[in-house]
């Protein structure tokens, strides 16, 4: 074996910020790391604050949308009468059911199926 006894010079390659493979890699960890960032404040931070509830109620929400009031008239109003409390609504129709099929607007009701070993009590019974 043989050692050779001389100075060795290392010279790398000149680089430069605008090398496209830097570039490369600063994207993809800066979006790795966007992604995890975004992935605990999901999963953790956002779950300690409340929501803020937009808008307030329906009325309230139109009024703000449309930035105008519209005249209601009395006559089209028909009271109603739910679980929550008295409302207000339109004698007509919110959409034309004519084109929707009669088996979907005027469902059957579910058939019972009686399962196998209910059955075969019932036929050993008899």
């Not at 960032?37 to 509830?53: A, D, E, G, M, N």
């Not at 005249?71 to 929707?100: L, M, R, Y």
């Amino acid at each position: 074996m043989r050692v050779f006894n001389e100075t060795v010079s290392v010279e790398e390659a000149p680089t430069s910020i605008f090398d496209p493979q830097i570039i490369f890699l600063y994207l993809v960890l800066s979006s790795v790391f966007a992604r995890t960032c975004y992935f605990i404040y999901t999963t953790w931070i956002s779950t300690l604050f409340p929501q803020k509830r937009r808008g307030g109620r329906g009325g309230e929400r139109a009024k703000r949308s449309s930035g105008q009031f519209r005249k209601v008239n009395p006559a089209d109003q028909v009271s109603v009468g739910g679980a929550d409390g008295p409302a207000v609504t339109s004698g007509a129709k919110a959409f034309d059911e004519s084109w929707i099929p009669a088996r979907h607007i005027n469902r059957p009701d579910a058939r019972r199926i009686n399962s196998g070993a209910k059955a075969r009590l019932k036929s050993r019974a008899a």
